[in-house]
Every structure is written in C-alpha cells, then in structure tokens.
C-alpha cells in the first residue's frame, strides 16, 4: 500500500465519507474483537483440549486503504497452569493525527480440567481514563467484582464464565476440538451476555504470511458484525478480522502480519516477516 499516493488517500476518505471518530474508534475495537462462551456441554475448553502454546501475533488495522493502527496479541505461560493473555492496540496512519492513547487489556486465568478459568481481567485505555475496567472472579464464592474508575460492585458468577479477551482463545480450542455451537457466557459490561458464534464456512485467505485454509466465523451484535478467518495450520488463530458496523459500509479488517510461538507451515522454525 502506497501512502504516498495522497491522492488515491484523499479520494478514499471522500468517497467512504469516514468521520475520524469512528477510525479510531474501530482500531481500540480489535482490543474487545478477536470477541464469546461454549454452552454449558460444549464448556470453554473442550476435555481433550491441548495445553496452550505460547506465542505472539502482530496485526494491521485498516479501514478501507487508510491504516488505522496495530494490535499485539501475547499468550505467556507462568508456570504450574496459569497464563497471561494480552492485547495492545495502537493507532497508527492517519488516527495517529487524532489521538496517542493505546489500549491494552488482559486476562489473567489459569487451565483447571482442560478448561481456561479466568482470574482477573483489566481494560485500560490511556486516552479515556474513564473506561478503566478491573474485573475479579471469586469462584469460590460464585462472584465477580466489577470496578470502573475506582467504584467496585458484585454480580453473581455463573459456570463456565470467561472474561472478554479470553473468550477468543476458547475459540481457537474449541474449534481444534471440532465444535460447531459456540455458545459463549461472557462478564461483558456489569452483565453477563451470551454471546452466540455462528460457523459460515470455510475460505482459503491470502495475507503476507502466506495461504491458509480457514474456518469463517461471525460474530453478530445489535450494532456491527465482526468475521473472524481462523486458520487450521496455526492452531485456528485468527489470521484475518473484519468488523463492519450497521451505519458504515466501509469495515474495519485487521491481518496478521507476523507470527511468533505457533510455527508457519512449512517452516521448522519461526521466521520473521518485517512488519510494513
């Protein structure tokens, strides 16, 4: 992609009439996208689920021929079953003009019985101080304590409940594991929400890192649709993300642009493909 080309930018901007709100809006998305619970058979993690492998997945955020920014994806292993799983979204391009802030979030859980067990989950946005999030799962008391800015309150905790960041990996092993009804119960918002994945198909996808064989699946809310490409060969990550709201024909897309932890086919080892 050309940047340089300002004038083929200006016309893009004319013609899909993209207001800088809602660039940069889509971009701290992905942080909350790549976005679900198994229905109490299926459960998060399916019985023979593998043990996570740790790795890290470089995205490019775009909205039509702009690029609005970049999100990190990092799963770390502890030790004795317990993880860390953490997004940070920066803008880039031209939402760079408009805002510096970042967003990051994180899920502290642990893998209990072949399921992934949330701890703690944090939401930070340094742009916006008010939409700081701390989410903490007592699950011997079947509670979760919601606190925004400081004011903390309690919900009752059910079964099998993720968090919003982890829901994702529960995608990518249930998926391995051959499930067809995502049925997820996620702590989203002081509520808790089921968020209902639907498998489209499959789709041969091509990006820099190469061609992948994945499974379409979508997520479908009041106000946007979000279509996640998961590829087979790299323990169904997510190799391409589209987000397209109601009111806006022109989706946002994230492609992953380099892979470390989760080998590329073909290849014995990591190697890296320079981010643009």
Request: charged share 25%; proline share 4%.
């Amino acid at each position: 992609m050309d940047f340089n080309k300002s004038q083929l930018l200006i016309n893009s901007i004319a013609s899909t009439k993209v207001s800088t709100d809602s660039i940069w809006y889509f971009a701290l998305r992905w942080s909350a996208i790549l976005t679900v619970v198994f229905s109490v058979n299926a459960v998060a993690t399916a019985a023979q689920a593998p043990t996570p492998i740790p790795f890290t997945a470089h995205y490019q955020v775009t909205k039509g021929v702009m690029s609005v920014g970049s999100t990190k994806r990092t799963l770390q292993d502890k030790g004795n079953g317990q993880f860390v799983f953490e997004s940070v979204t920066k803008p880039g391009g031209i939402a760079k003009l408009f805002t510096r802030g970042k967003v990051v979030e994180r899920s502290h859980w642990r893998l209990q019985d072949n399921r992934l067990v949330p701890h703690e989950y944090t939401y930070q946005n340094s742009s916006d101080q008010k939409r700081n999030v701390k989410l903490l799962f007592n699950w011997e008391q079947n509670e979760v304590t919601n606190i925004i800015n400081g004011d903390p309150w309690k919900m009752e905790l059910e079964e099998y409940t993720l968090d919003k960041l982890l829901y994702q990996l529960a995608i990518m092993y249930d998926l391995s594991e051959g499930k067809k009804d995502l049925l997820y119960k996620v702590a989203d918002g002081g509520t808790m929400k089921t968020y209902d994945i639907k498998i489209t198909g499959v789709e041969r996808v091509s990006i820099d890192l190469g061609d992948f064989d994945t499974v379409k699946v979508v997520v479908t809310k009041s106000k946007r649709q979000t279509t996640l490409w998961c590829a087979k060969e790299l323990q169904f990550l997510a190799v391409r993300i589209e987000q397209r709201k109601k009111d806006d024909d022109v989706p946002v897309t994230a492609n992953l642009i380099e892979l470390e932890g989760i080998p590329l086919p073909g290849r014995k080892t990591y190697e890296a493909v320079p981010k643009p």
